[in-house]
C-alpha cells in the first residue's frame, strides 16, 4: 500500500502543536491571576490611604472640637458685641455692618417662607433680628450646650441675660419704626423661636432627625461659624456641603465670616483656631456646594477695631441661592 506523502509529518506536527501549547495556556491563567491578585493588593491599598484620610479629617475635627471646651459665653459677648467694636454711634462699626447687611437681604423680597434656621448660632442673636420678622419660625442651633443655654437666657428674660437692646434698637430704626418698637421686635423674636437645637456641621445630617420639613428650611443664616469650627478648607467646604442638606432647593443661605483670620479669643486663654478665607476661596466653596452666588460684599475692620481678641482683618457677607 502507497504511503500518503507527509501525513505521518501531519500528525506528529498536531501532536508537537498541541503539546507545545499546553505551557502558553497555563502561563497565561497564572499571568491572570497574578494580574487579579496585583488588583486587588491595589484596591486594598487605596481602600487603607481612603481610610486613613478620612480618620485623620476625623481627627482634625475632634481635635477642633476640644479647642472649645473653655469657651466662655460671657467673655465672647464682651469681646466682640460691646464697644470699641459695637459702638452704634460710629458710622464704620463692624455692628452697624453687619446688621445692614442682613435688612438688606431680608427686606429685598425675595427671601420667603416659613422656616429660617440660624446654623451656629453661638450665644448671639443680632442674626436674626431682621429675619425674625419675615419667617414665622425660627430655629437656632449650635454645638455648645453653654451657648444654648446662653440663648435660653435671653429668650426666658432671665436676670443677667446679655443686653441686646442696642441692636434691637437700631434694627427698628433700619426698618423705619419708632424708638419704642424694639420691645415689639424683642416680643416677636421670642415667639417665633421655636426650637434651640444641638447642630454638628461636620455630619451629613447636622441636626436631629426629624428636626426640619423633608423639603428643608427656606432660608439658613450663618454668622462666624463654618471657618471657626473647620481644620482646614476642605473641612470648611465639606462643612458648608452638610449643612446645605438642611434647605430646600431654590432656598437662600445667608453668610457671614472672616477674612484672613487665623484665630480668636474664646475666652481668657482660650485660642481657638480659625481658617483664613479669601473671597475667591468662599466663592469656590459655594459652587463646590451648588449655589448661585447672588451678593457678595466686604467690609475692611479699621485698625483701633482691631483690639487682640483676633486677627481678623476683615468680613464678607454672602447671599446665595441654592441651585
Known sequence: MASVPGAGDALGLSAIRRTDSLPHFFTNKRMDALTEKRKKA???MERGRVEDKEQGMRDSVAAMARCYRGFNPTAYLQYNYTPPRADFSRDDSIVLWKLGCLHRAFTEGDV?????VDVGSGPTLY??????EVF?????TDFLDVNRRELRRWLGEEEGSFDW???????????????????????????????????????????PPGALPSPGADCLVSSFCLESVSPDLA?????????SALLRPGGHLLLIGALGESYYMGGPGVRIPVVPLDEAQVCASLRASSYALLHLSTYTLPPDMRVGVDDVTGIFFVKARKM
Not at 112 to 116: F, K
Not at 235 to 243: E, I, K, M, Y
Request: glycine share 10%; charged share 20%; net charge positive.
Open 42 to 44: 491595589d484596591r486594598g
Open 112 to 116: 420667603v417662607g416659613e422656616t429660617l
Open 127 to 132: 442674626q436674626v433680628l431682621s429675619g425674625c
Open 136 to 140: 414665622g419660625r425660627v430655629v437656632l
Open 165 to 207: 437692646t442696642p441692636y434691637l434698637q437700631h434694627v427698628c430704626k433700619l426698618e423705619g419704626r419708632g424708638p419704642s418698637a424694639w420691645q415689639e421686635k424683642a416680643a416677636r423674636l421670642r415667639s417665633v423661636v421655636t426650637e434651640i437645637l444641638p447642630i454638628d456641621v461636620h455630619q451629613p445630617s447636622p441636626l
Open 235 to 243: 473641612s470648611f467646604t465639606r462643612a458648608l456641603g452638610h449643612v
